[in-house]
């Protein structure tokens, strides 16, 4: 099983800050199959990242993925208000898939 | 636009099985892998398992003992069972689409809370 490992825990940042994300698997993810997602309180996740660096469907330019191997980055460029929320890493190129415990991207 | 919709009981007592449905709307069930995910109240996501129409199934080794996936195509729909629960099993269940084969999630449910529970 591909453990994930997220930091940090929390982030405390301002409207407009920049917000770097850091996922590490225990294991190469293979083929780069890993994605990110976004959760706010009381809604389901929401694909933001696939491919390690493709984004979803109207998901704003200002999410960035980067990253192969056993080290992934999610970059917001300016957070604004609507960011602050928990973001989660998952692989899926392995079998069980796994997701990372998540970062709280929280306003400072 | 896929929409899944999860249904069943909300409390379930402890050591008997829980059971839940999800229905799909805006895709054939016939055209792709479907999955459920959980997550416990305050805590992270955790996968269940996933099948394809014709009944190809993968599940998670920790769970796969207790659990079942299975699908109805007449009705558009996919159903998880979980065995022997208990208190641990209480969670935020999601059921979901997966693009392709290789698990990526795409489209989410809203989730269903189950509370095991006497």
């Known amino acids: 099983e591909i453990v994930l490992t997220q930091s940090p825990g929390t982030l405390s940042l301002s409207p407009g800050e920049r917000a770097t994300l850091s996922c590490r698997a225990s294991?190469?993810?293979?083929?780069?199959?890993l994605a990110w997602y976004q959760q706010k309180p009381g809604q389901a996740p929401r694909l933001l990242i696939y491919?390690?660096?493709s984004r979803a469907t109207d998901i704003p330019d200002r999410f960035s993925g980067s990253g192969s191997g056993t080290d992934f980055t999610l970059t917001i460029s300016r957070l604004e208000p609507e960011d602050f929320a928990v973001y989660y890493c998952?692989?899926?190129?392995?079998?069980?898939?796994?997701f990372g415990g998540g970062t709280k991207v929280e306003i400072k | 636009q896929v929409q899944l919709q999860e249904s069943g009981p909300g409390l379930v007592k402890p050591s008997e099985t829980l059971s839940l449905t999800c229905t799909v709307s805006?895709?054939?069930?016939?055209?792709?892998?479907w999955t459920w995910i959980r997550q416990p109240p305050g805590k992270g996501l955790e996968w269940i398992g996933y099948?394809?129409?014709?009944?190809?199934?993968n599940y998670n080794p920790s769970l796969k003992s207790r659990v079942t996936i299975s699908v109805d195509t007449s009705k558009n729909q996919f159903s998880l069972k979980l065995s022997s629960v208990t208190a641990a099993d209480t969670a935020v269940y999601y059921c979901?689409?997966?693009?392709?084969?290789?698990?990526?999630?795409?489209?989410w449910g809203q989730g269903t809370l189950v509370t095991v529970s006497s």
């Open positions: 979901a689409k997966v693009r392709g084969n290789a698990g990526l999630i795409d489209y």
């Open positions: 805006g895709a054939s069930i016939s055209s792709y892998y």
């Open positions: 099948i394809y129409y014709s009944g190809n199934t």
């Open positions: 294991q190469s993810v293979s083929s780069s199959y």
């Open positions: 491919a390690a660096s």
């Open positions: 998952q692989q899926y190129g392995g079998s069980p898939l796994t």
